[in-house]
């Protein structure tokens, strides 16, 4: 609930369509992607694009983008601006590196030798100020803040034994990964073509999902349904909404081809030798939809375990387990299944105050929680609480929520963190405070529970976390005839823990 408070949050977004079959297509692709998007709204909130094409020239692209949700950017009048098309990519936008404009809002475009492309980038670059240097020595003006359009620039550059006449993308893709190691999943637009790509560590999200006719998405035979087309997304969280059906994750250092007639694997970049993988381990924890799948599993069956795990580690005399709504819910289950103990709700809350509802006065100021949550007493009064929280990042959250319940008749609140301190800022992606402000390594840090008023706190372990998170990847590739194949496209299991560990997957540049 804290990370929703103080505005920690994923950069970024992508998604994008492409009809099968016969073109023009009957499929309504700038619609498809529009609500492709909305299902990836928690990961920005800030402003949005999308780049349609009829795929027969790379000139005729046709963009919107603005300021604020999808559903007020991408209204009747602007979709009209995307037709006819069979075929786009769309984002939608937090910043964290780049300012807050309109001029930052992807995806970008760009005119190169072989026609235009479209970009779409979730993820931040480690050595962008290298790269911007770079650029900028060989004349390339750069007319944004983003780091995205570095790599929109990069893919513009005509690779050395590429010929006038025929655009070499994996040349060009695999020469971007080269410049840059992490941090990125991009989706590039060309022509008729939608190119997904994830760079070697694998460390932002990407995964593919078929479209099915509708009336086939519940049905048994719905394998041998017909494909109406293809899309991908950061997240899969959005495929149901727009009838698609999940297909696979997109594999890191994987350079893929979606095109009308097919998916394709053009290339796969490895990392260098005995690195593991680095998927952002924060992405269970926080980031993603419950109900996305990520690595082969369900994000909401790995924040249960967290609560498992938590219950192992640290278990409380207690009366019943709640949390704050909602984000800690999974975890919160997973804890009281394991100590036998009953979930129970104790808060619940008024959807309708948002950050931007009021510039409140000095009287709301001090009603704080109290204006956000309503308190369902009648559960707890006389009782001893154990709340799961997804994380305590500064403390100044969760603090006015346990004065709260006490004041409410909680005889006793305990505190349980269902991941591990955050102690380092993070360079690929998440808007994280500085390090002077968590709270982890503040001097209130070893006397939590008397700061913020609890009986007691404890975290999860990062051993804890990282086993909850691998235990059914590592079951599940034990189980696979095609483990060695398997092995040898995907390598070793890692997840990146730097914002909690202070180990960064690769040497950082500045």
């Known amino acids: 609930m804290e990370l929703e408070e103080l505005g ?122 290298q790269l911007r240097r770079k650029l900028m020595r060989h004349g390339v003006g750069l007319s944004t803040s983003s780091d995205s359009e570095l790599i929109t620039q990069l893919l513009a550059f005509t690779p050395p034994l590429e010929n006038d006449d025929t655009a070499d993308w994996v040349a060009r893709i695999k020469n971007l990964m080269n410049e840059t190691p992490t941090s990125y999943s991009l989706l590039i637009m060309h022509k008729d073509i939608i190119y997904a790509v994830r760079d070697p560590y694998g460390n932002r999200p990407l995964c593919i999902g078929r479209l099915i006719p509708v009336g086939d998405m519940n049905g048994k035979g719905k394998d041998n349904s017909e494909t109406e087309g293809w899309v991908v997304s950061s997240e899969s969280c959005s495929f149901l909404s727009i009838g698609a059906e999940y297909y696979r994750e997109v594999l890191p250092g994987e350079i893929v081809k979606i095109s009308r007639y097919d998916v394709q694997t053009l290339d796969v970049v490895p990392r260098p030798e005995g690195d593991p993988s680095a998927f952002c381990i924060f992405e269970y924890v926080y980031f993603a939809r419950p109900d ?66 009021i510039q409140p006065n000095m009287r709301l100021r001090q009603l704080g929680v109290a204006k956000k949550f309503g308190v369902l007493s009648d559960n707890f009064k006389g009782k001893r609480v154990v709340i799961i929280d997804d994380s305590i990042v500064r403390g100044n959250t969760i603090s006015p929520i346990i004065k709260l319940l006490r004041e409410s008749g909680a005889k006793e609140v305990h505190i349980r963190v269902a991941s591990p301190p955050i102690r380092f800022p993070c360079y690929m992606g998440i808007n994280i405070p500085t390090k002077e402000e968590l709270i982890a390594n503040r001097p209130e840090f070893h006397d939590l529970a008397n700061y913020i008023g609890a009986d007691s706190v404890v975290y999860l372990s990062v051993e804890g976390l990282v086993s909850s998170v691998q235990e059914s990847i590592k079951a599940r590739q034990e189980n696979e005839n095609s483990l060695k194949t398997q092995k040898s496209r995907v390598g070793k299991i890692g997840h990146c823990t730097a914002c909690l560990t202070g180990e960064y997957p690769v040497e950082l540049e500045w």
């Open 292 to 357: 996305s799948i990520f690595e082969g599993q369900m994000v909401y069956s790995v924040r249960r375990r967290c609560g498992q795990q938590l219950a192992i580690e640290a278990p409380v005399e207690a009366d019943l387990v709640s949390t704050v709504p909602e984000s800690a819910t999974p975890a919160a289950l997973g804890y009281a299944q394991k100590c036998g103990l009953p979930y129970v709700e104790v808060l619940c809350k008024n959807r309708y105050v948002g950050r931007t509802f």
């Open 8 to 129: 920690i949050r994923e950069e970024c977004g992508v998604f994008g369509c492409i009809a099968s079959g016969v073109w023009p297509t009957e499929l309504d692709v700038p619609h498809v992607i529009t609500l492709g998007l909305v299902g990836l709204q928690h990961r920005g909130q800030e402003s949005a694009g999308i780049v349609t094409s009829d795929g027969e020239s790379s000139q005729a692209f046709k963009v919107h983008k603005g300021m604020g949700l999808i559903n007020h950017v991408f209204n009747a009048d602007s979709l009209k601006k995307l037709y006819v098309s069979n075929l786009g990519i769309g984002h939608t936008r937090y910043s964290t590196s780049g300012i807050s404009e309109l001029q930052n809002c992807q995806p970008f475009v760009v005119e190169t030798l072989h026609g235009k492309i479209a970009v779409a980038h979730n993820g931040e670059l480690t050595n962008a100020v």
